[in-house]
């Protein structure tokens, strides 16, 4: 329920701790920083409880220890003076508290009761200021049970629940649970999202998430030079390709898509179909002879040429205006898959800049054999993306070769965190990659990163990957670079997606692109 168009620049945990510690080099308390912080926690609060009496209205907030305990003294206050009746619940002691959380709770001047009698029950709506996003530990003792009794009224009763900051038990810069975590109907955050709020599973904890402004100023950015950033527009925008009035197909660049054989040719034209409506001029579907006949029975402005060996795709490649190759959809896992691969990075591209997508099958045909596609990427001075999904990306970095056992990178891609994952599989391959998913995450060999959110469920579907891996193609043969392609290629998929709706196959995406670049073009207009 994330809506869209959120500041892209997202913070880890030690980021916005930096931030708040700017802020407050720049004038700005950081008592002030919780009390504007409390007081949106109340304002979001109160507009879920519409139509009904406040006098009327029980809200039962439960406190951390920490800062964000503070956050919900401060809404817990408001609320109170707003004529709400309000039950605050705190994890330990009153007087161990310290500093600006110490601060907020003197200004509370209700009961303030432990978690296993907080009148739960009675209540209309509560507030989980337990722990925030730099949590680092899993969640024991009474906080756990706070919150399995939490998620357990709030399932059979329906009421909401606002999380502050991050839903309390998820990690605020990797989105994992850690041991247990708040289900929220809302999570209000501060200044900037976190990534924990778009990753999974933690993005499945926040229900609807507001951005409130409290004060810290937006030139903190320019000390903290964020690297990771939700995948809007914002980020790539100015480099998505627009047509000119003066224009041809030639301008627009020739994306080449290699096709399976007979029995596995469908994954091409998807893929072809992608790149086309991505905005391409011209689309060649590269194919064994056994399977022109059927490419040619049913493409119409995608063209076919007859591909049947790594020789005939290097005398392809001699046309340097097939400037975008997509390799890997139905194409068949093996030996002869490598030598296509190989083939295609090997050939010069004189003196035109040439992209390739490698997906699916060109990249489980490299299973294990990881360092020697990376060798061939960097070699080649190509800019190249990979869209594996997670099987395929474990396939990959299976550490059969000695030389990725002992790769720095290898512990990271392993990780938990799928930030760090793709991040180190990018760092490793010298090349972008798009790790697929809910919530893609697409990373350059420097670090940055991108995470797309908000795609629908239906999705999920077979075909679905081809079709992506076209438009990223499609956008490369116009010239975007190679990271703002794939982010935008992630973003068009799923906007192409939630257009059409429930009972989505892959044909029905390409056909639906169209009425999305048409708003964002006319928006970036």
């Not at 490793?428 to 893609?440: E, Q, R, S, Y």
């Not at 116009?478 to 429930?502: D, I, K, N, R, Y």
Request: with cysteine; charged share 20%; glycine share 10%.
């Amino acid at each position: 329920m994330l809506p869209r168009f959120f500041p892209p620049e997202l913070l880890t945990t030690a980021e916005m701790s930096t931030a708040d510690r700017l802020a407050v080099a720049a004038g700005v308390p950081s008592a002030t920083l919780m009390e504007r912080a409390g007081t949106a926690i109340a304002k979001v609060t109160a507009r879920l409880l519409p139509g009904r009496p406040m006098q009327a209205s029980r809200i039962v907030v439960f406190c951390g220890p920490g800062n964000n305990g503070g956050d919900g003294f401060v809404a817990a206050r408001y609320l109170k003076s707003e004529g709400y009746h309000v039950s605050v619940g705190l994890l330990g002691a009153r007087d161990a508290l310290k500093g600006d959380a110490a601060h907020a709770a003197q200004g509370w001047n209700g009961e303030v009761l432990p978690f296993d009698r907080v009148p739960l029950e009675e209540a209309h709506l509560a507030i989980a200021a337990i722990f925030g996003a730099g949590l680092a530990r899993d969640i024991e003792g009474a906080a756990k049970t706070a919150i399995l009794r939490l998620n357990e009224w709030a399932r059979r009763t329906r009421k909401p629940v606002v999380a502050v900051d991050i839903p309390s038990g998820v990690d605020g810069s990797t989105g994992q649970v850690r041991g247990v975590a708040v289900e929220a109907t809302q999570t209000v955050t501060f200044f900037r999202l976190k990534p924990g709020h778009l990753l999974l599973p933690g993005q499945m904890h926040c229900g609807e998430v507001s951005l409130a402004d409290i004060g810290i100023p937006e030139s903190v950015l320019a000390t903290i030079k964020p690297q990771t950033f939700a995948n809007e527009p914002a980020l790539w925008g100015a480099h998505f390709p627009r047509p000119h009035i003066d224009g041809h197909k030639y301008k627009r660049g020739h994306a080449l898509v290699l096709s399976g054989s007979l029995a596995h040719t469908g994954a091409a034209r998807l893929a072809a179909r992608g790149a086309l409506r991505a905005g391409a001029g011209l689309v060649t579907v590269a194919t064994p002879s056994d399977a022109l006949p059927v490419h040619a029975a049913a493409l119409t402005a995608i063209m076919t040429r007859v591909c049947d060996s790594a020789a005939d795709l290097s005398e392809l490649l001699t046309d340097a205006r097939k400037n975008a190759i997509v390799m890997g959809p139905g194409l068949g896992v093996g030996e002869a898959t490598r030598e296509l691969v190989l083939t295609a990075l090997a050939q010069p591209s004189q003196n035109e800049p040439r992209a390739l997508v490698l997906d699916a099958d060109a990249l489980t045909s490299f299973a294990g054999e990881a360092m020697k596609l990376a060798a061939a990427i960097k070699a080649s001075g190509k800019s190249v993306v990979l869209t594996p999904h997670d099987g395929e990306f474990a396939q990959l970095f299976s550490a059969k070769e000695g030389e990725l056992r002992d790769h720095p990178q290898v512990e990271r891609l392993a990780s938990p965190s799928k930030l760090d994952r793709t991040r180190a599989g990018a760092a490793l391959m010298g090349a972008v990659l798009l790790l697929k998913g809910a919530d893609t995450v697409v990373a350059d060999p420097a670090g940055r990163a991108s995470i797309n959110y908000g795609a629908p469920a239906w999705l999920a579907t077979a075909g679905s990957g081809d079709v992506l891996s076209g438009i990223i193609g499609g956008l490369l043969a116009q010239a975007m670079p190679a990271f703002e392609a794939a982010s935008a290629g992630a973003w068009l998929h799923a906007a192409a997606a939630s257009e059409f709706g429930p009972g989505l196959i892959a044909e029905d995406i390409p056909e639906y692109l169209p009425p999305v670049l048409r708003r964002l073009l006319e928006t970036e207009a």
